[in-house]
């Protein structure tokens, strides 16, 4: 079986000469669920952005399924993102548009080029859309504008519209930071059933240990943009957590 | 006969000093005021050689000053600056009317002491006679040309029409030169200008078109003869210092007698001398005067008691109060409307200062006062007209701003670094909306009048123009700042560019877009108004016009739509912005 998500010596070298990710590789399978700890710095968000491509990759390659995204142009690349799912901290919704619009938006990979430009979205998206902010818990807000919505609220409406891409593989950076626990809870588990139940593979970044231990089938650890852990969560150990979290030391020259 | 006229003007003129001492108190110097001609520097200069010849005459020293326009040189007549007034017959009547003069002489062209009014039109057209021009366009000159606008409206009018609607469109050329241009261009049907008489068919037509290619025009209606320009003083001056009038009306008549002061006449608008003359040889002009003004008063006066407009402007009135009302409980906008205070009274400063010399700034303050007292009580006739004016400057700058969105749009979007990858791209358009905007409305505004002669399009095309670059800077800065949180959510979803610059920027720019382009809008509106100085259609002009004929009375209804027209636009686009924010 091929992995659903396959990073391949993925490195990232800033404009500013800040190296973000360092020849990272990593496979996940089909409806695994991937918690991503490290530092602040560490480079988690560089990885999840990377592996879309939302921030070019210096080199290395990037699949989702069997599409590499590394490499597509143009519209190719736009299909390529279009596989996965992202969820943010900060849940970047369009704050005046309702949260039925919210998550119809994320039909337009599934529609014709000028459909998806003046929003005529087919009412198999419009079921779609329904059904996702159902699962959700957001039947009774489909036409509240997402500006009006608490900030829980808002982000399950940002997992609605994940969910309404219909994606291959799902990546949430931080989704839970600027929520109380038990709204943290709620939007893990709804991402955990969501990859186990279709096979979706989840890679979820994460700063409360507990929260990875509890959802987490496999936790990997980064630090100063390299992969320092990986394990099943259930084995994960205080020592493993520490060595995830401990200052980087100062990295050997590169022509050693 | 020659001889002991003048033999008469040495004796008067050698008994005068002592005589004139004896009974009057003689001013120290005098001025003679001359009015503007198309060309300053050369008539100053001939001026003056007449002033010189004067003063050799009457013994006292004279001083020549050439005003900048009609109203000054009459306002300076009322105020005392000037004590004889070279007027042409318009603005004669215009100073009967204000404060009463005395005429002396008229002058002598071409052998007589008159000239001629005519309408021309294009060789080439179909129009044959007066009744052809109905439903047609006219260049006056302006509203106090004698030759271009104040007798050719009477014969109109004596002939049964009214201008105002035999024309469906008048424009105001300023001068001679660009009306029978105007024509000649095919800009307008026809035009009003002055000609020689009728039997020689030559006029403004021929001589400013001489040396230009294209069609020929030709005379379609003269007027009767019209008396040329009159020397005058006031009735004040001419009651104090009969000697002295009486002296200096002889030796003008001598002047144009002797050799030397004939050809410097001759340089002064091609005069040949001056007859002794009154006031009733300019009866045409004043009867024509009276009717042209009275025809628009009473137009107007009989439009407003019209009860759908009497209504119309009480709710107008009503709404403006309401909505005033309403902005004035905040307290930042009580500061804006003392700004717009200022507005206005910048407006009728800079009308009023365009028209004083620098020289007289200090001396002006009394005439500013003169003004300011003209302006009471309003003449709240012109009420319907003004209303009119009103609605075409917002008409102007609401069809000039929709006219610049789209292209000023099109630029933001190009120059902001969120939307255009291409760096070469958004410098060029940055480049382009910065090129535009250091070019001032006004000056747009004055090109375009320029070349497509007075009249609303240049108005809207100035406006147009600068709303694209003014505005197409202030979206991409606007542009800039949008969250780029949205925009990347769109990337992920699979958007391509213009997809995520529809839901990623679009959405969060579109109350942005609203009020700015309601605010330009509203800067707009202000900036029609200045543009009607210039010689756009609307208010400012409206403003202009009366100004140019001091009818202080009407500008006062003008100021008051004004401010009432800011007030109100400020608190309907503010509750608007309010709204989409
Ligand atoms: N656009 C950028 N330009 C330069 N450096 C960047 C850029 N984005 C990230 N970095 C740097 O790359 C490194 C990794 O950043 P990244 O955002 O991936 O960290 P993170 O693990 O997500 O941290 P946090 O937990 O604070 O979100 C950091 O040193 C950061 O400063
Ligand atoms: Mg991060």
């Not at chain 2, 261009?185 to 039997?199: H, K, L, M």
């Not at chain 2, 002009?541 to 209804?557: D, H």
Request: with cysteine; aromatic share 8%.
């Amino acid at each position: 079986m091929t992995a659903a998500v396959r990073l391949e010596s993925l490195r990232k070298v800033f404009p500013d000469g800040t190296v973000g990710l360092d020849d990272v590789s990593l496979e996940v399978p089909a409806g695994q669920f991937v918690a991503i700890l490290g530092r602040s710095g560490a480079g988690k968000s560089t990885l999840l952005r990377c592996a879309s491509r939302l921030v070019e990759p210096t080199s290395g390659r990037s699949f989702i399924g069997d599409l590499e995204v590394t490499g597509a142009r143009g519209r190719g690349l736009a299909r390529a993102r279009a596989r996965a799912g992202f969820v943010f901290q900060q849940f970047n919704l369009i704050r005046s548009y309702t949260c039925l619009e919210n998550v119809l938006v994320a039909r337009i990979s599934h529609n014709g080029w000028l459909r998806g430009l003046i929003g005529l979205w087919t009412p198999r998206d419009h079921e779609i859309a329904r059904r996702c902010l159902d699962e959700v818990g957001l039947s009774a807000k489909i036409d509240t504008p997402v500006r009006s919505l608490s900030g829980g609220q808002q982000q399950r409406v940002a997992v609605a519209r994940a969910f309404a891409q219909e994606p291959t593989a799902l990546f949430a950076d931080e989704p839970t930071a600027s929520l109380d626990p038990n709204l943290a809870s709620t939007v893990l588990s709804m991402l955990k059933d969501y990859g186990s139940s279709r096979g979706v593979p989840v890679l979820v970044n994460v700063h409360t240990i507990e929260h990875a231990r509890r959802y987490a089938d496999r936790i990997i650890g980064l630090s100063a943009g390299r992969l320092v852990h990986d394990g099943p969560a259930s084995e994960l150990s205080d020592e493993a957590v520490e060595a995830i979290y401990a200052a980087p030391q100062s990295r050997p020259p590169e022509d050693h | 006969m020659i001889l002991r006229r003048i033999l008469l003007a040495a004796l008067l003129t050698a008994a005068l000093p002592r005589v004139a001492r004896a009974q009057e108190t003689l001013p120290s110097e005098i001025v003679l005021g001359f009015n503007p001609a198309e060309n300053a520097q050369t008539l100053q200069r001939s001026a003056d050689e007449l002033a010189r010849d004067l003063s050799d005459r009457i013994h006292i020293p004279v001083r020549a000053t050439v005003t900048l326009d009609y109203t000054t040189l009459v306002e300076s007549m009322r105020s005392g600056h000037v004590h004889f007034g070279w007027l042409t017959p318009s603005p004669l009547v215009l100073a009967e009317r204000l404060f009463g003069v005395r005429v002396l002489l008229t002058q002598v062209r071409r052998g007589q002491p008159t000239y001629y009014s005519a309408l021309v039109v294009r060789e080439d057209s179909r129009f044959h006679s007066l009744e052809d021009l109905q439903g047609g366009s006219i260049a006056w000159i302006d509203p106090t040309s004698t030759s271009g606008y104040v007798i050719p409206r009477y014969l109109l009018l004596q002939r049964g029409f009214n201008p105002s609607t035999f024309f469906t469109r008048q424009v105001f050329a300023g001068q001679h030169d660009a009306a029978v241009i105007a024509v000649q261009r095919g800009q307008v049907d026809a035009a009003a200008v002055w000609a020689d008489p009728p039997s020689e068919r030559t006029g403004a037509w021929t001589r400013y078109l001489a040396n230009r290619p294209g069609p020929r025009l030709r005379p379609l209606m003269y007027s009767p003869p019209v008396p040329s320009d009159a020397i005058a003083t006031t009735e004040t001056f001419a009651r104090e210092h009969p000697l002295l009038v009486r002296s200096v009306s002889s030796s003008l008549v001598a002047i144009g007698q002797s050799e030397e002061g004939r050809a410097i006449l001759r340089r002064l608008n091609s005069t040949d001398g001056f007859v002794p003359s009154d006031i009733r040889q300019y009866d045409l002009v004043r009867q024509a005067f009276r009717a042209t003004r009275d025809e628009q008063s009473r137009a107007r006066s009989g439009r407003f008691e019209d009860p759908r407009s009497m209504r119309i402007f009480g709710l107008l009135l009503l709404g403006a109060a309401l909505l005033g009302a309403g902005a004035l409980s905040r307290r930042p906008r009580a500061q804006r409307w003392s700004a717009f205070g200022l507005f206005a009274l910048a407006l009728v400063w800079a009308a009023v200062a365009a028209r004083i010399p620098m020289a007289d700034f200090i001396k002006g303050w009394r005439d500013i006062g003169q003004f300011l007292r003209g302006m009471f009580p309003p003449d709240w006739r012109v009420v319907a007209e003004v209303m009119e004016a009103t609605v075409l400057t917002v008409r102007l700058a609401l069809v000039g701003t929709v006219a610049g969105i789209p292209l000023a749009l099109l630029l933001g979007l190009l120059s902001a670094e969120n939307v255009t990858p291409s760096g070469l791209i958004r410098r060029a358009s940055r480049f382009a909306c910065n090129l535009n905007r250091s070019i001032d409305l006004l000056i747009i505004g004055l090109i375009l009048v320029s070349a497509y002669g007075p009249g609303a399009f240049p108005g809207v095309g100035a406006l147009a123009i600068h709303t694209v670059g003014s505005l197409g800077k202030q979206f991409y800065e606007t542009l800039e700042t949008m969250d780029p949180g949205p925009v990347e959510a769109m990337r992920s979803l699979g958007a391509t560019r213009l997809q995520v610059l529809r839901w990623g920027i679009w959405p969060q720019f579109t109350p942005h877009f609203v009020s700015q382009a309601l605010f330009r809008f509203e800067l707009n509106v202000r900036g029609a108004v200045v543009l009607g100085l210039v010689g756009a259609q609307g208010i400012g002009f409206l403003l202009q016009t009366y100004m140019r004929g001091a009818e202080y009375g009407k500008v006062t209804v003008v100021i008051a739509a004004v401010v009432i027209l800011v007030m109100a636009l400020d608190a309907v686009s503010s509750r608007l912005r309010r709204n989409t924010a």
